[in-house]
């Protein structure tokens, strides 16, 4: 399995690996999700198909688009292209439509190119909310239950970032140990300049 974003689906390498599944039907799923967005660039400007699955048909590979925000969705559709895969069926192209409510990046400004009711808008069918809305309604989710699951969930990330802040921190030495069998030469003295810098030397 291999995913990668609106964006990403339009690179040459996403093309190489359709084309590769398809000729020797490789159990591939690529998971292509569709978030309306290739960092500031509409989905509509950076390709001229008119769905991202749709891609892999030129390579013969069993095409699905689906709700990204439909959890129950998501999981089935995962379900079926890995059991076509590992059954010898093929690769599958799966479409998963979504959208990025937040920035691309912490360098980004999304204001810039998308308005805030279209943000609005996304936040109605943001995917956990329908999740809950659809275990309530089921009966099988409920407050205490989640309340129950916050107080665990925060209990973990403690004991988490204890953890970590209770790690030694490391000799500055083990940037370079652990990259090759036989350190070259040049790695050698900048291992041991770092350590001089440190008064170890």
């Known amino acids: 399995m291999a995913c990668c974003g609106d964006g990403g689906s339009s690179k040459t390498d996403f ?9 020797y039907t490789l159990p591939l799923v690529l ?45 089935e559709a995962m379900r079926r292209a890995t059991a076509r895969a590992r059954s010898g069926e093929g690769g599958s192209v ?17 204001r810039r190119y998308r308005s805030e009711e279209e943000v609005k808008a996304a936040w109605e069918k943001e995917p956990f909310l329908r999740l809950r809305k659809f ?36 000799p500055v030495e083990t940037m370079f140990d652990y990259l090759y069998a036989d350190m070259p030469a040049d790695l050698r003295a900048q291992r041991d300049a770092a350590i001089a810098l440190e008064g170890r030397a």
């Open 135 to 170: 275990l309530v309604d089921q009966t099988l989710w409920d407050d205490a239950q989640e309340q129950a699951w916050v107080e665990e969930c925060g209990k973990r990330v403690d004991a988490e970032i204890n953890a970590y802040l209770e790690t030694p921190v490391q």
């Open 31 to 75: 998971c292509v999700i569709n978030n309306g967005w290739a960092i500031s660039v509409p989905r509509k400007a950076q390709t001229g198909a008119q769905t991202l699955a749709q891609k892999g048909l030129a390579g013969g590979l069993h095409c699905l688009q689906v709700d990204g925000n439909d959890l129950v969705a998501v999981l």
């Open 94 to 110: 799966i479409e998963f439509l979504t959208y990025r409510l937040h920035d691309h990046t912490t360098a980004d400004d999304a």
């Open 15 to 23: 093309y190489a690996a359709v084309n590769s599944a398809g000729a």
